[in-house]
């Protein structure tokens, strides 16, 4: 089993900056790939960002060059720093956690991020 913890999400103004947090606890040495998925209102979940066990990383293409992965593997926490948001950015972020010895993914609980002046 593999429980994820999420924070760092909340409202801030368009242009400004967020960091999410996403802890891994359990079975966390069976992770390989984690990421951060996202879903507005009435749309699909969406790929935002991930990032493997040995730091190679995968942007979704909307937020290239304003966000940045990256991953503790001692800590087993992986962060979404968040740079010049955008409204369209709004959405309830989600961690992923890859376990591919187990063949199962994990989800997170989902953290509320609202880009409004």
């Known amino acids: 089993q593999v429980q994820l913890v999420e924070s760092g999400g909340g409202l801030v103004q368009p242009g400004g900056s967020l960091r999410l947090s996403c802890a891994a606890s359990?079975?966390?040495?069976?992770?390989?790939?984690m990421g951060w998925y996202r879903q507005a209102p009435d749309k699909m979940r969406e790929l935002v960002a991930v990032?493997?066990?040995?730091?190679?990383?995968t942007y979704a293409d909307s937020v290239k060059g304003r966000f940045t992965i990256s991953r503790d593997n001692v800590k087993n926490t992986v962060f979404l720093h968040m740079n010049a948001m955008k409204p369209q950015d709004t959405a309830v972020y989600y961690c992923?956690?890859?376990?591919?010895?187990?063949?199962?993914?994990?989800w997170g609980q989902g953290t509320q991020v609202t880009v409004s002046s």
């Open positions: 992923l956690a890859d376990t591919p010895t187990q063949g199962k993914g994990y």
């Open positions: 359990g079975s966390a040495s069976s992770i390989d790939t």
């Open positions: 990032i493997t066990s040995g730091g190679a990383t």
